[in-house]
């Protein structure tokens, strides 16, 4: 099993509702989590009152002038708003938790929660940092579950994988750093081919989402790395 305190974290953008706030500081704390980042919201006494046992995680809460800044240096990064807000050229691919967890998200990343406004979810940015797409099956007439709830949800899915044989456990994934160094390279590649500039942003996006997803190893990252060289060496 994986220790999941330290690689597991949750995100709560601008939360409306402190209740809330204490809600899902008890369901951490009930999952054996403890790094809660709050976007712009300051905590206040109904949400410590709330917290029940989870008080010290909002005694340690980080606070955020943005999610940019939240989630800086996590691998994974997966949002939980409504992924039919779109409008992007290429369709942002929803997964559930139970699947989530078992094939991407106790592989040893860091992993980042994103939650979103209880009114209005994330916005188009936001949801543009995200390179994974949570889904809670619910009622078709009534499928949006309160902020606190689809926390707790999503927390019991990672302690039932992580207890059980479903987890892929893998040491040698690319960080950050490396997914970001793929990342730039495609991107320089883009430029050298003159792809369209005004849709390079949206389609960087879509393949930050495909190398998350791939789980790509240190030797792949060195093997794809030397490929994208010699091809843009060519294309010099």
Not at 42 to 53: D, G, K, Q
Not at 106 to 123: P, S
Not at 152 to 170: D, G, Q, R
Request: one cysteine or more.
């Amino acid at each position: 099993m994986l220790d999941l305190d330290k690689i597991i974290s949750v995100v709560l953008v601008e939360p409306k509702y402190q209740g809330n706030i204490g809600a899902v500081a008890r369901s951490m704390a009930n999952s054996g989590i403890s790094d809660l980042r709050i976007v712009k919201t300051p905590i206040e006494t109904e949400a410590i009152y709330r917290s029940m046992h989870g008080r010290y995680i909002l005694e340690n809460a980080k606070i955020f002038n943005s999610l940019k800044e939240a989630v800086s240096g996590f691998e994974i990064i997966a949002g939980t708003s409504d992924i039919s807000k779109s409008g992007e050229k290429f369709r942002r691919v929803p997964t559930g938790p139970e699947e989530f967890w078992s094939t991407n998200g106790l592989t040893g990343q860091k992993v980042a929660l994103v939650f979103g406004r209880e009114d209005n979810g994330l916005n188009y940015e936001e949801l543009g940092m995200c390179n994974f797409f949570l889904k809670i099956i619910g009622n078709p007439e009534y499928p949006v579950y309160n902020l606190s709830h689809a926390v707790a949800i999503i927390l019991y899915e990672m302690i039932k994988a992580n207890y059980s044989c479903n987890a892929t456990i893998t040491h040698d994934l690319i960080g950050r750093d490396k997914i970001d160094t793929l990342a730039g390279r495609l991107e320089e590649l883009l430029a050298k081919i003159d792809y369209n500039e005004q849709e390079i942003d949206t389609l960087m996006n879509m393949l930050n989402r495909i190398i998350a997803r791939a789980n790509i190893t240190d030797s792949e990252f060195f093997k794809i790395m030397g490929i994208m060289r010699q091809t843009i060496n060519r294309l010099q």
